[in-house]
């Protein structure tokens, strides 16, 4: 019995080398094409804000499905009414309410550019009980790190990172950026610890 023996012929061969020759030089290109782009940037600043919100208890008037009214108001009216937005099948009691609730007031704001360290505000808060109509209670911290950079063309990139990425980079620092073929930065490659 003969053994089949696979060899490519000769014009085979011939062909399968063009088709890599081809693809060889033409990875570059579509590498360019399509693939990620990198810049060499420069940090150019960085700074940072900090927002403390403050929140008032004040008397409120409002409405909402009955099975939502928040804790400790009163119900002034009810009334039975389709959902406008579908997401109740059936009609539902919607109620109209008063009471005391807590509402952003406002914001105590810090902000600042490197060297200066981040740091926050200290809002004064109205001297009153916290059950009382016009106390205030402070609701939310909120930092933001932002990192601005420009490369030779003087094309710039804003990308907001994570205190501990902020705290490690330097103005004056260089890295390779990815861009994509629109323009776009990828914030994810900034280095530091995330």
Not at 4 to 23: G, P, T
Not at 65 to 81: L, S
């Amino acid at each position: 019995m003969p053994v089949a023996l696979n060899y490519l012929s000769h014009r085979e061969r011939q062909h399968r080398m063009a088709a890599l020759i081809i693809a060889l030089l033409f990875a570059p290109l579509g590498w360019k094409l399509f693939g990620p782009r990198g810049e060499w940037v420069t940090i150019q600043t960085l700074r940072w804000q900090r927002d403390i919100e403050v929140e008032r208890l004040v008397q409120v008037n409002d409405s909402s499905w009955c099975d939502e009214m928040p804790p400790g108001v009163q119900e002034i009216q009810r009334k039975v009414m389709e959902d406008p937005s579908g997401q109740r099948a059936e009609p539902s009691p919607h109620c109209r309410y008063t009471g005391l609730q807590w509402r952003t007031l406002r914001a105590v704001r810090t902000q600042g550019v490197h060297p200066e360290p981040p740091y926050w505000g200290s809002p004064v808060l109205a001297p009153l009980r916290p059950d009382e109509a016009g106390a205030e209670r402070i609701a939310r911290y909120k930092g933001i790190y932002e990192v601005l950079m420009v490369d030779a063309k003087e094309r710039d990139w804003t990308c907001r990172v994570s205190l501990q990425q902020w705290q490690a980079l330097r103005p004056g620092e260089q890295f390779r950026l990815f861009v994509d073929r629109f323009g776009v930065a990828n914030c994810s490659t900034v280095p530091g610890p995330r």
